[in-house]
Structure formats: structure tokens, C-alpha cells
């Protein structure tokens, strides 16, 4: 028989808690009770309550998750894992078990609350997956977005023909980059060298910016940016790992994440745009790749998504399953229930019939017909951000040297507009080129 006892602050449940959380972090970061104590009090003036869960057998702690519980259409209260992730092993940390599920499971129902549990990123298979499943039936679970992976060892599978043909085309690009400068990786290891790191991070944030600059992003928020340098700042060992892409010192591309172990779990990645045309996300990657072995990592977690980005490198995927169910039986439990899972199983559906790109289209149709190039020679401080080193194919008649200076130029000042120390020359007599009424107003990528 298995009991839970339930705390409502950090402070109070750190010494029967913490230990059990900080074991469960060498499998996944998210587990760190320094993250999940930061996580809290970054969302905490928002009005969120949280409630720490132990499972106990006898006197014994075997387990312990944390949950969120805010107020969500109207009365009702919706209650989720605190820090997002896969709940199969985020969510509860020590003993994975059906009975730890269904222990766990049966404490929500039972406390009283109006509201329903939405539990994402449930591994098929997993403890938790098979207690809602069972409680709940196959048709309350909802297929989200996978997690692939890649096997860095010897023993991988084998690629497939298209996935290996791609990416024996990355060298190549690397190549013709590296006629704009030199190209290194530089591995920023924010436990081994804290200060250093700091320093770094406001410049990826600059580059992250670049690469989201017209699309919506977590990581443009201020709050987000501010709780991940506090933690890195703060935590006594962060395990955050960065894999950054230099051109000619310059950052252009990184890979964020931690290390947990023999496992590397990307969190945060970007490039910088102006080279998508050289696969420049998919160069630092595979350079990524080839330090992490030296490293002793042999699994590369891509975290959640579908793109063709990971998808192309993953050696499998683990399909993640959410679920949505009532916390009691009254009419603010069933609308808050189904008010949530109508969203969910509405974007499954798409996916599954490879709908969302063809509702893209058309959003993007309707945002009016004007085009990129319009954009860019409608103003020149734009045109120099967005027009960058790839996109001169109409100053081809230019002489080579002088072409590479109108390049190195144009680079030049998207780095010194993102606050990026640069070295390179910027000749008076390359300005003119970059009005409307020179020849870069019919740049195209």
C-alpha cells in the first residue's frame, strides 16, 4: 500500500524532496530540484500554486513529482507537470511504476478540486501512459509530437538512403562556407567555466533573435531569458552545454542544451539566416556530433518536434502521448476537459493528414501579396539586415574583390546592429551599394 503526502513549498519539502529529485537529474535535467525551485519562482507572481507529491511505502520515500495548479477558465483549475517535458520521466522522479502511477493518479482525483489534468509527452509505454490509458481507455490519449534521437555510438542502425544522401551533401557547404572565414566549434561548458559562458549568453540570445525575428518564440521573452541566465548563474551544477558555430570568431549558429551523463538534450538551437543557404544549422550540428563523441556522448536527444531539421539526423523516434481528464464530475471539470483536449486532438488530426502545411499556405496568403523583396528595398536599414552575405546573386558583374569586401560589409553590420564585436573594414565607397538605388535592390536569395 502506497501513501502520498503532498507539501506546498520548496522550502518546506527540500529535505525529504531534494535528494530524490537531484538522483533522478543525472537521467534528466529537468529533474534538478535547482531547476525546479528556479522554474517556481519564475512563474510564481503569475498566480500559479504548485504541489510537491511524495510517495511513500511505508516511511520509505520511493518517489516524487511536482504539479502547478492555476485557475483557468473561470472557476476551474487546471493542474500540469511543473516544468514542461515528457512526464514519464520529468514529471516523476525515483521508482517508475505502474503502482507509483496509479497512486499518484488516484491523490489527484481525490483532493477535491474543480478542474481537469493535462498530462503531455508521455512516452508510449511508460508507467504513467499505461495508468491513463487503463484508468482513462485508449481514447483519451492523444499522439503529440515525437522525441527523436540519435545513437552517437558505433552500434547505430544504419541510415536511410535519403537521410545519408543528404547528409553526406554537408562537408560541401561546410567548404564553400569556410570562403567567408575560418570556421570553428567552440564548446561553452557553463559548469567548467561559469563566467566565461555568461558573457556568451546575450550574444546567442542576439543570434536567436536573428533566426526568429518574424515568427513567434518562447525565447524572445525576457522572463524566459532572465530565469535561464539566473540559472545558470545560480545553480550549483547547471549541466548546461553549448555547441557554437564561430566565423572568424563570430557566433553564427549554436546548439544549447544539457548534459545528463552519456546524453546530450538539446534545448535551445538557432543560426543565423542570412546563411540558411548553406545549411548552416545542419554544419553545426554535424560538427556537434563529432565533439560530443570525443565528450563521451553517445545519445543526442532533439527533444520534441517533427521538422525535417531533426528528423533528418534521428537514428528513431519515442512517440509521446498526452491526456486530458476531469477532476470531479461537476459542469466546470467536464467544459475545462474538453475545452483543452478539443485544441489537441484538433492539431493530431492535422498532422496526421499533413494539414498543417497547406493551413501555413494559406495564412501566409492572407497576410496580402506583398513579397520579401518588396520588403527589403522598402527600407534600407532592412535591407542591410536581411539582404546579408548570400543574398548578392545581382552583383555578380562586380569584380571578385570587390564583391567579397561588399559582402564582408554587409555582414559586418548585422553584427555591429546585434551588438557583435567585428574586425572587418567597411570601405566609404561600398556604402552607395547598399541603397535602394544601387544595384543590391534586386537581391534575391
Same mark, same amino acid.
Given at each position: 500500500?502506497?501513501?502520498?503526502?503532498?507539501?506546498?513549498?520548496?522550502?518546506?519539502?527540500?529535505?525529504?524532496?531534494?535528494?530524490?529529485?537531484?538522483?533522478?537529474?543525472?537521467?534528466?535535467?529537468?529533474?534538478?530540484?535547482?531547476?525546479?525551485?528556479?522554474?517556481?519562482?519564475?512563474?510564481?507572481?503569475?498566480?500559479?500554486?504548485?504541489?510537491?507529491?511524495?510517495?511513500?511505502?511505508?516511511?520509505?520515500?520511493?518517489?516524487?513529482?511536482?504539479?502547478?495548479?492555476?485557475?483557468?477558465?473561470?472557476?476551474?483549475?487546471?493542474?500540469?507537470?511543473?516544468?514542461?517535458?515528457?512526464?514519464?520521466?520529468?514529471?516523476?522522479?525515483?521508482?517508475?511504476?505502474?503502482?507509483?502511477?496509479?497512486?499518484?493518479?488516484?491523490?489527484?482525483?481525490?483532493?477535491?478540486?474543480?478542474?481537469?489534468?493535462?498530462?503531455?509527452?508521455?512516452?508510449?509505454?511508460?508507467?504513467?501512459?499505461?495508468?491513463?490509458?487503463?484508468?482513462?481507455?485508449?481514447?483519451?490519449?492523444?499522439?503529440?509530437?515525437?522525441?527523436?534521437?540519435?545513437?552517437?555510438?558505433?552500434?547505430?542502425?544504419?541510415?536511410?538512403?535519403?537521410?545519408?544522401?543528404?547528409?553526406?551533401?554537408?562537408?560541401?557547404?561546410?567548404?564553400?562556407?569556410?570562403?567567408?572565414?575560418?570556421?570553428?566549434?567552440?564548446?561553452?561548458?557553463?559548469?567548467?567555466?561559469?563566467?566565461?559562458?555568461?558573457?556568451?549568453?546575450?550574444?546567442?540570445?542576439?543570434?536567436?533573435?536573428?533566426?526568429?525575428?518574424?515568427?513567434?518564440?518562447?525565447?524572445?521573452?525576457?522572463?524566459?531569458?532572465?530565469?535561464?541566465?539566473?540559472?545558470?548563474?545560480?545553480?550549483?551544477?547547471?549541466?548546461?552545454?553549448?555547441?557554437?558555430?564561430?566565423?572568424?570568431?563570430?557566433?553564427?549558429?549554436?546548439?544549447?542544451?544539457?548534459?545528463?551523463?552519456?546524453?546530450?538534450?538539446?534545448?535551445?538551437?538557432?543560426?543565423?539566416?542570412?546563411?540558411?543557404?548553406?545549411?548552416?544549422?545542419?554544419?553545426?550540428?554535424?560538427?556537434?556530433?563529432?565533439?560530443?563523441?570525443?565528450?563521451?556522448?553517445?545519445?543526442?536527444?532533439?527533444?520534441?518536434?517533427?521538422?525535417?531539421?531533426?528528423?533528418?539526423?534521428?537514428?528513431?523516434?519515442?512517440?509521446?502521448?498526452?491526456?486530458?481528464?476531469?477532476?470531479? /464530475?461537476?459542469? #466546470?471539470? =467536464? $467544459?475545462?476537459?474538453? +475545452?483543452?483536449?478539443?485544441?489537441?486532438?484538433?492539431? *493530431?488530426? &492535422?498532422? !496526421?493528414?499533413?494539414?498543417?502545411?497547406?493551413?501555413?499556405?494559406?495564412?501566409?496568403?492572407?497576410?496580402?501579396?506583398?513579397?520579401?523583396?518588396?520588403?527589403? /528595398?522598402?527600407? #534600407?536599414? =532592412? $535591407?542591410?539586415?536581411? +539582404?546579408?552575405?548570400?543574398?548578392?546573386?545581382?552583383? *555578380?558583374? &562586380?569584380? !571578385?574583390?570587390?564583391?567579397?569586401?561588399?559582402?564582408?560589409?554587409?555582414?559586418?553590420?548585422?553584427?555591429?546592429?546585434?551588438?557583435?564585436?567585428?574586425?572587418?573594414?567597411?570601405?566609404?565607397?561600398?556604402?552607395?551599394?547598399?541603397?535602394?538605388?544601387?544595384?543590391?535592390?534586386?537581391?534575391?536569395?
Amino acid at each position: 500500500m502506497l501513501d502520498v503526502r503532498s507539501w506546498d513549498s520548496f522550502e518546506r519539502a527540500r529535505t525529504r524532496l531534494a535528494p530524490v529529485f537531484d538522483a533522478a537529474s543525472a537521467q534528466n535535467p529537468f529533474l534538478a530540484w535547482d531547476w525546479m525551485s528556479a522554474y517556481w519562482e519564475s512563474t510564481r507572481r503569475s498566480g500559479e500554486r504548485i504541489s510537491l507529491l511524495g510517495v511513500f511505502r511505508g516511511d520509505e520515500l520511493i518517489a516524487a513529482t511536482a504539479f502547478r495548479l492555476r485557475k483557468k477558465y473561470g472557476a476551474a483549475t487546471l493542474v500540469e507537470f511543473l516544468t514542461e517535458g515528457r512526464s514519464d520521466s520529468q514529471g516523476i522522479a525515483g521508482e517508475q511504476s505502474l503502482a507509483v502511477a496509479n497512486a499518484i493518479l488516484q491523490h489527484l482525483r481525490t483532493r477535491g478540486l474543480n478542474g481537469a489534468v493535462r498530462l503531455n509527452e508521455m512516452a508510449e509505454g511508460s508507467p504513467m501512459y499505461e495508468a491513463c490509458r487503463l484508468a482513462y481507455g485508449a481514447e483519451a490519449m492523444t499522439c503529440e509530437y515525437p522525441c527523436p534521437y540519435r545513437d552517437l555510438t558505433s552500434a547505430a542502425p544504419p541510415e536511410s538512403s535519403s537521410n545519408k544522401s543528404f547528409q553526406k551533401r554537408i562537408p560541401n557547404y561546410q567548404r564553400r562556407l569556410e570562403a567567408f572565414g575560418r570556421v570553428e566549434l567552440k564548446v561553452l561548458d557553463f559548469d567548467a567555466n561559469r563566467a566565461e559562458c555568461l558573457e556568451w549568453l546575450p550574444r546567442l540570445f542576439a543570434l536567436h533573435d536573428l533566426r526568429h525575428a518574424e515568427r513567434r518564440n518562447a525565447w524572445k521573452d525576457e522572463r524566459n531569458r532572465e530565469f535561464l541566465t539566473d540559472y545558470a548563474r545560480t545553480a550549483v551544477k547547471s549541466n548546461l552545454l553549448a555547441f557554437v558555430t564561430l566565423l572568424d570568431s563570430v557566433p553564427v549558429a549554436f546548439d544549447l542544451g544539457f548534459r545528463c551523463a552519456n546524453k546530450f538534450v538539446l534545448y535551445i538551437p538557432a543560426f543565423h539566416p542570412s546563411f540558411e543557404k548553406f545549411r548552416l544549422g545542419h554544419i553545426n550540428r554535424a560538427m556537434t556530433f563529432q565533439q560530443c563523441s570525443r565528450l563521451g556522448i553517445d545519445h543526442y536527444d532533439f527533444s520534441r518536434g517533427d521538422s525535417f531539421a531533426k528528423r533528418v539526423w534521428c537514428h528513431g523516434v519515442i512517440d509521446n502521448y498526452s491526456c486530458t481528464f476531469p477532476l470531479g /464530475s461537476g459542469m #466546470p471539470s =467536464r $467544459l475545462a476537459t474538453y +475545452a483543452l483536449q478539443a485544441p489537441v486532438r484538433l492539431k *493530431a488530426w &492535422l498532422r !496526421e493528414h499533413n494539414q498543417t502545411k497547406r493551413i501555413a499556405t494559406i495564412v501566409e496568403f492572407a497576410k496580402g501579396p506583398q513579397t520579401k523583396a518588396a520588403k527589403v /528595398s522598402a527600407d #534600407p536599414a =532592412r $535591407l542591410r539586415r536581411e +539582404a546579408g552575405p548570400l543574398r548578392y546573386s545581382a552583383l *555578380a558583374g &562586380l569584380p !571578385e574583390e570587390q564583391m567579397t569586401q561588399l559582402v564582408e560589409f554587409v555582414f559586418a553590420q548585422q553584427c555591429k546592429e546585434s551588438a557583435w564585436q567585428v574586425s572587418w573594414p567597411s570601405p566609404d565607397l561600398l556604402c552607395a551599394k547598399l541603397t535602394p538605388e544601387g544595384p543590391s535592390i534586386e537581391i534575391t536569395c
